[in-house]
């Protein structure tokens, strides 16, 4: 049964909307690097990155841009920043405000994985869920913290996202 499951979720392709949430780099007041250090990641993993955005934290353009991502097929989206305690980080809130489902385990799981990297990770409010037919994935916005999240969990994201895009599994 195993071998049924892997045969199943390795043949999805995941066709990735990279979205980077910063007031900063969307007023072009800084360079951004989580989005590029994302796109690399993601092509490297085989992956097709079909969009990218730059917007500022705000909880409605974040939320427009899961939904147009999604929209177009993106079954990945992968959000950089935004999801620390400041006063203007609301990644979190912006993907629970439009998600179907919330997925703990992805959280969790890079919270674990930075703790062993800096203390500052307790800080983080990474997220993953459900939303429309994509997964989404709320990620630090430092890009080396990015990429190492996505590493961290980079091995569930076929079968969620073939899950999320309603496609037939042996679960």
């Not at 072009?28 to 990155?49: C, F, I, R, S, T």
């Not at 899961?66 to 950089?80: K, M, N, V």
């Not at 998600?99 to 674990?112: L, N, Q, S």
């Not at 990770?121 to 990429?147: M, N, Q, T, Y």
Request: glycine share 12%; aromatic share 2%.
């Amino acid at each position: 049964m195993t071998d049924r499951l892997v045969e199943v979720t390795t043949t999805v392709q995941i066709s990735v909307g990279i979205i980077t949430v910063s007031d900063r780099a969307a007023a072009g007041d800084y360079e951004d690097l989580g989005g590029p250090a994302l796109k690399e990641a993601a092509e490297k993993n085989g992956w097709q990155v079909l969009a990218e955005a730059i917007v500022p934290d705000e909880v409605e353009r974040i939320q427009e841009t899961i939904r147009s991502f999604s929209e177009q097929g993106c079954g990945l989206i992968l959000a950089t920043g935004g999801t620390g305690v400041a006063t203007r980080d609301v990644t979190p809130e912006a993907i629970r405000g439009v998600m179907r489902v919330e997925i703990p385990g992805f959280g969790e799981t890079m919270r674990r994985g930075s703790m062993k990297i800096t203390p500052n990770a307790i800080l983080s409010r990474s997220v993953g869920a459900v939303v429309d037919r994509s997964l989404v994935l709320a990620l630090p916005g430092k890009p080396s913290g990015a990429v190492e999240c996505l590493g961290f969990v980079v091995g569930a994201i076929p079968h969620a996202v073939a899950l999320a895009q309603r496609v037939p599994t042996s679960c």
